[in-house]
């Protein structure tokens, strides 16, 4: 079902940017794991929107209510359930969508396949601000792995054509424009202020890094982590691709570079280099897993746009409204995070059901 | 489940590389439909090794043998399941592996999530063989996809550093190396004899396009087109990235270049370009619906690499022996073919259900 | 998933009896629907506690509030969100029952599997309260199944000893006690209100006809029309039994009397008797589906009850506070058409996918 | 998906009762189970028909072969695939069967959901032979329990109005006539013999019981193990009913005698009673647990019916030929064994996942 995901842990996530309230449940979280509200909302706050000149000048309250699955702090067994009120619901500056797509939006594809009864206004249920019930839920998640010593960590890796530097090895979450080199972040947000005095936007690419996974996590075939990993990220909007390890890069490269030699090191297995971002035949080595999506530019830019009318079916010149954030990237980065959190603790609640083998 | 995919259609995969034989299961295809069995074993010789210079020598009959769903080559309603026997099951080459692991294979992390119970010989359940019944559940799909008046074509779009050039439009079934430059074609093939020569492997990129989707196919979240290609594609041995129309180059662009403008032409609606690769907010907008999908070199290669003895937790060197693809890229193209057309037909599938809105 | 249902349709029911709400996801409903509100609170008053003798006297106003999925009071094609707000959330009373478990009840079974992290409190995720979002989501159902002429009607069809008479042949929405016989319906009210008066309780049976379905509808094996109402009517708690058409009583018949006999009526294959309830290998054959679940009595009574200290782990007496309904199946009635709306029309919408052969 | 089964195990059962083959693929068994071969092929022979005078005089060696997932008897975490050859593949009885369907069968409901594309042969994919590779796939998880200390048991519980006498306790695997009393099994049989003698047939209960389950297994809402268990059993053909504990018995009881007091005795807790057949809010409590399926009799019988001509649209006499069960019931014994030990350790296997509290 397509709001849903999970195989041990069940995400939907349901609302529309200007329905009542977006919201989410997530089965499946053992019982008896309390959950730090505190970091759960500072979490949250990386990725709201305001603050900061790269970003829309929206404000919202994004802290969830818990409806269910939580007593005292704690998950109780029952599925977990919150939701985030809408409060900024004006409706009137989407009513021209119905008739003129915006391109690069969804606008086009759900009138087709809804018919026309889709909720046009803030993008529906195809909007950005959906991905705040998948903060709460990845927010928790990450928690959880965290207490298993596992960390989950993402970075913006490019704005346009300017590159971070310097490997990402943990969280950045007191960054709040999260890059390894400062220098680098400047320059993005100058790339940044440029584009939007432009009336334009730019896309970019989000690096993440899952750290102390055991081996062993993930399948074979359909449920490896690289599929279970772009399944939930390509539920971002605006995410095209995605690779791991090396991704396209190994394109270019022969097998005697390629392969990760294996080496004891502190009478443990690892590898010389990490190719493979902690990944062979979809399940974790031991070895950070690593992988890149790739965001394109904000569909939403204050210039004058080529369209056409749907219902008279002739070309039309539509000019979007509202303010946007003219770079996804930066806000997207404790996304990644999230989703990156739940595919990963989904598959680790997996491990103790398998080691199950006579000795 | 790790080896079952689908929505609407549920394929499941079974058998290991030298077990007695792979096979799928296939449940959902709509009663009372054909299959061109020719047609179905010619689409399964593209994939099957042996013949030509840049493959493996070892020779498989790998046509299937329907055991049930289909009565006079024509659907009955109940699961598809076929299975191929695996006439090479000589095992005496991978008894080591369960105790030295070869770099870029998944020995290691299968030998640790299966507590060294898994089945070594010849990969297992991790072997390019499985991709076999994936080709006989594709070649059904590719073929209902094709009455519908939709086509999936794949290329192979580059080898190492060499790229193919020309804009791919149709299917190149009956190309040997399917490119759609030829003399690109001749130099990917040389630079493949020159790897193998040196005892080395090289890594690649295939790209698929599907023309024909109607508008209107996928869904928003977790079961876009992206989400649910990348989903079955990461499914096939080696693929490490993924992307969707411009895919990483959007991360480079502005959304003035990057939003494909939509005009009227012929009385419908088309997009300028097609950087979108055909989808919008995970659902097909009507244009060729295009992704690459990047392999990594073949991890067998005959050079010495530096490995481990797992038990005796020492630094060990490997000599993988047997005779492997030195380039997997070719032969993946029908796989890449099955893998859309799979992914494809089950969310074609959906498209009867959805349209029940009042008038 | 244990708290999600459905194939084309995903339902989520989350919240607990004194969680801040419950409410429910339910994803696949075909966008344009309209919902008649008013329809739909009526169906919930029928389910809601207070009013009648043989209830409970609690009152609660079990009207949803909408979230998402519905604009205009129209589905989008988004998933349906709906909250109701738990307003009598008085948790002192059943603190103990962490310690002493309730006969009959889950507080021992949830104690044990979520190692005493559940949420006691009227009896949490496992509380009769949950049919309350089960019922919004099978209103709207049961109406979205009347627009394509198919009716789902249940009816106590016994209290104890005491049978309901006559044939059930349509809804009877409009009945307080709902009955065909109301002579009979009368005997088991007195039998309810003597049962009250002694502080005990009582159990009874529960039928449900759908007429209209068209045959063709559900799966051979694991999807017949019994395994997916089976599956969703055991979801209300307190049903241990569910039998179709003949049900047990097929047990003592011979083929030659069971077997329904095929005749022409009207131009139409139907069948002299209905022993099979209108299911045939699962799948319906156009004659009335019947149905009938066993409920226990209500297990929480106010007499004296033997019980353990399960820190202890010694005897104990307990004696249930709080009022409760003495017969719960007169609350059950809409609470089974919920069910058998939802199984129904999540097995209806497969049917455009399935009509798709060769002429 | 309909021929698909389980949540942490997937099920898939292939095959027509007269295509090449059946069989089943079996996702989820944990790696290093070693498999009695020897046993498992004792389970299959009580299934087997032939030998005995109230069964079908057919013969068929019905023993699996192993395609995958298991490597010298032992499971190594692929899926295990399994086929049974169909050697009795003769159609031509059949062949009238698309035009006049046979009363009791699912031959009416099959022609209109496949357009006439089904295979009738033999019943086609709703054959109970298709029980042979369930069992395969239950007698594997029936001594994966059995290793647990887990017993699954079934008897005939009922022939027509011939009831057993006496308390099932452990299995009667070496009983050619599975009852615990066979006084009353020698009644059950004649009375086969009568009805067979009458060219009818008859129908009849199974009752299974499973002792060694521990606490906390099973879920709330639609995952509890009456969920888990209806869904399975009512993939047996001709099962029409199913009662856990006192099942339909409940509905005439008060709540002050059908409550099952806990007790302490041995330093653990248990109940006086098993009224609740082990189960409390679908959860087990540690008794065994307990449920009966109805079977109505075989729809194949010797005399003339009243049956359609479907395309004609007028009434015919049909006579079945072919040589049937006249009680299916006592061949049904280990197919319900069989279901219900696939439920059960599907259900077994979560519970490693959920003990993941904090302490």
Known sequence: MSSSYGENLKLTIFGQSHSPAVGMTLEGIPAGNRIDMTALRKFMTRRAPGGASWSTPRKEADLPE?????????????????????TNT?????????????????????????????????????????????????????QLLAKEGISV???????????????????????????????QGQKMKELIDKVRADGDSIGGTVECVVTGLPAGIGDPMFDGMENRISRIVFGIPAVKGIEFGKGFGYAGMRGSESNDP????????????????GILGGITNGMP????????????????????????K??????????????????????VEAAAAIACYDAFLARRREINYDK
Request: charged share 25%; with cysteine.
């Open 66 to 86: 818990f409806l269910g699955g939580i007593v005292d702090d704690t998950t109780c067994g029952a599925p977990i359930a919150a939701i985030i009120r809408n």
């Open 90 to 142: 004006k409706s009137s500056d989407y009513e021209e969508l119905k008739r003129i797509p915006r391109p690069g939006h969804a606008d086009l594809t759900a009138q087709i396949k809804y018919g026309g009864f889709q909720d046009p206004n803030g993008g529906g249920h195809f909007s950005g601000r959906l991905t705040a019930p998948m903060c709460v839920a990845g927010g928790i998640c990450r």
């Open 153 to 183: 960590a993402a970075r913006v890796l490019s704005v346009g054509n300017i590159f971070d530097e310097g490997e990402l090895c943990g969280p950045l979450d007191d960054k709040l424009f999260p890059v390894v080199n400062d220098e």
């Open 262 to 277: 294996y080496r004891i090191k502190d009478g443990k297995i690892v590898t010389e280099t990490n190719n493979a971002g």
């Open 289 to 312: 897993l690593v992988f890149r999506a790739a965001f394109k530019p904000t569909p939403s830019i204050a210039r004058e746009q080529r369209s056409v009318d749907m219902k008279e």
């Open 314 to 335: 002739k070309n039309e010149i539509l000019r979007v409204k509202g303010r946007h954030d003219p770079c996804i990237v930066v806000r997207a980065v404790p996304v």
